[in-house]
């Protein structure tokens, strides 16, 4: 296809400021799209004056509320615009929460902005030397801006992606006024839910095309079980969802050149997993593994509901009953901390728990341990499967989401060259989660028929090309199916939302 412009607007993008998947996304999808030939570029948020210091002034806002910069640095390898505005910048590089883990009081407002911001630009205001032809919002911190767009009747398209339709930026209707938008939207068919305001709506009802970060949970927010509330609208407007899988960095994430490892390995050549499995135990304070059916279990992530880090807990005295050691890195709900914290009082011979999320000792839990744990109640796609399968790390997984579609389940006993490299739980519950261990163990006690799952989990590619290729179909759908400018959009799609979806889209 011919070269775009096209302008992501997100809350995170990694290196510059992450919080989960989001930001890595964000970090990697505008440079695969730019290195296929288009103009990508990404608007994002100011949160402390540490990231404006390598940044120019582009413009001044209008309202006086803030101003537009550009930061151009060898950390990030496409252009990147700061929105620079005082309340932003004062959260000291916490995007969402404030130190005491309460959301800040002022996101409605701010991440209003951001979307006001977002749709100036594709309006060809703001900025006079560049204007996208189409703009690409991401979860609910950028929802309006899809309807400032429909609006104002923007000639650029509009693509909306939900990465967690678990948080839809829910606020009291008097933002509307705040910000400026007509009463008209405070109305089902519009950004209304149960008596507020739900920036989601806004991505889900008025952007052209609009995505997910996987196939099957495209198809799982279709349904009440994983919609929010938000299914029926979803269902009105499936023929322009599409499903597309994240991708990760294959040079970032490759134990062959990894420099957080000393012992390199490769799908052919393993011995150096063994040896990075002693290093981890031995740097963990751990004795190293002398008992080959001892499997390293791990835990990288958020120890949030979401990710089933309850079922951990429950679990956790049946899993030390079981020759296995477990690491745990993550961080998340206080009272899961704590009493994680102290397990590893309780069998420190067994459990280490580090609440503090270290990149460079995520690295080394992906090549050292045998198994990861990921007993997701849902997963939109999850990262960390496809960074332990690239590390020859076997992944436990509820089948949810993109869960399912990255990891192949080897059943009980199913021949590894059917190309198996994990293991799917039979539900998201702690007895479960034991029972896939067990299964595991099993595997794990057959050296030969291990080796193998090992080299299929290693030889999977979840490469963002592909998914770049994908995205471009969309944005041509996109361009192809947006209202000309002459022909104002929202009594069409109002209509057709009234008629299919109306109080169910709530």
């Known amino acids: 296809m011919r070269p775009l412009k096209i302008l992501f607007v997100a809350a995170e993008m990694a290196p510059l400021v992450k919080v989960g998947g989001l930001g890595d996304v964000l970090g990697a999808l505008p440079v695969a799209l730019a290195a ?74 701010q991440f209003g902005r951001l979307g006001r911001v977002a749709a100036d ?29 429909h609006l104002e009747n923007c000639p650029a398209a509009s693509v909306f ?71 029926g609208l979803v269902r009105a407007r499936s023929d322009r969802l599409t499903g597309i899988l994240n991708g990760i960095d294959p040079e970032a994430w490759n134990p062959a050149t990894d420099p957080a490892l000393e012992n390199h390995f490769d799908a052919v050549r393993l011995d150096g997993k063994r040896d990075e499995r002693d290093r981890l135990l031995h740097g963990l304070g751990l004795d190293p593994v002398t008992d080959s059916p001892t499997p390293v279990l791990a835990w990288v992530g958020r120890l949030t509901a979401q990710k089933g880090a309850d079922l951990l807990v429950e679990a956790l005295p049946g899993l ?6 477990l690491v745990v890195l993550g961080s998340g709900d206080r009272d ?31 090549a050292g341990a045998d198994m990861l744990l990921m007993p997701s109640r849902f997963e939109p796609c999850g990262l960390a499967q496809m960074y332990a399968m690239r590390y020859g790390t076997i992944p436990l997984v509820t089948p949810v989401g993109g869960l399912v579609d990255t990891v192949i389940d080897m059943g009980d006993g199913a021949p590894p060259e059917k ?64 209202p000309a400018p002459d022909r104002p959009g929202i009594p069409r799609r109002r209509t057709r939302l009234r008629q299919r979806a109306s109080l169910g889209s709530r």
């Open 161 to 231: 992606t939900v990465h967690n339709l678990g948080y839809i930026g829910r606020f009291p209707a008097d933002i509307l006024s705040r910000l400026g938008l007509p009463p008209s939207m405070n109305h089902p068919d519009a950004l209304e839910f149960y008596g507020d305001i739900a920036y989601m709506k806004g991505g889900l009802g008025f952007a052209d095309q609009f995505t997910t970060v996987s196939p099957r949970y495209a198809e799982e927010i279709q349904t009440p079980a994983f919609g929010s509330g938000l299914d």
């Open 320 to 325: 030390m009953e079981r020759s296995v050691r």
């Open 336 to 366: 899961t901390e704590q009493t994680l914290v102290g397990a590893a009082r309780r069998w420190p011979d067994k459990l280490v728990v580090h609440l503090t999320f270290d990149e460079v000792l995520a690295h080394r839990i992906y």
């Open 36 to 109: 296929r030939g288009h103009d990508a570029r990404v608007l994002l948020p100011a949160y402390d004056p540490v990231m404006t210091r390598k940044a120019r002034v582009i413009t001044l806002l209008p309202d006086g509320s803030g101003r537009l910069l550009e930061y151009r640095a060898s950390a990030v390898s496409v252009p990147v615009w700061l929105l620079e505005t005082p309340g932003f910048l004062r959260r000291g590089g916490r995007p969402y929460l404030t130190r005491a883990g309460t959301p800040w009081a002022d996101n409605p407002l």
């Open 419 to 482: 190309g198996g490299c994990g293991f799917h739980l039979a539900g998201a519950d702690a007895p479960a989660l034991l029972e896939g261990v067990d299964r595991a163990i099993g595997a794990f006690r057959q050296p030969g028929y291990w080796r193998t799952l090992v080299r299929n989990a290693m030889t999977r590619r979840f490469d963002w090309n592909s998914s770049a290729a994908a995205y471009e179909r969309v944005y041509q759908a996109a361009l192809r199916d947006k």
């Open 121 to 149: 630009i594709a309006n060809g205001r703001l900025v006079d030397a560049w204007q996208p032809e189409v703009l690409h919002a991401n979860d609910w911190h950028t929802g309006l801006a899809p309807v400032w767009m």
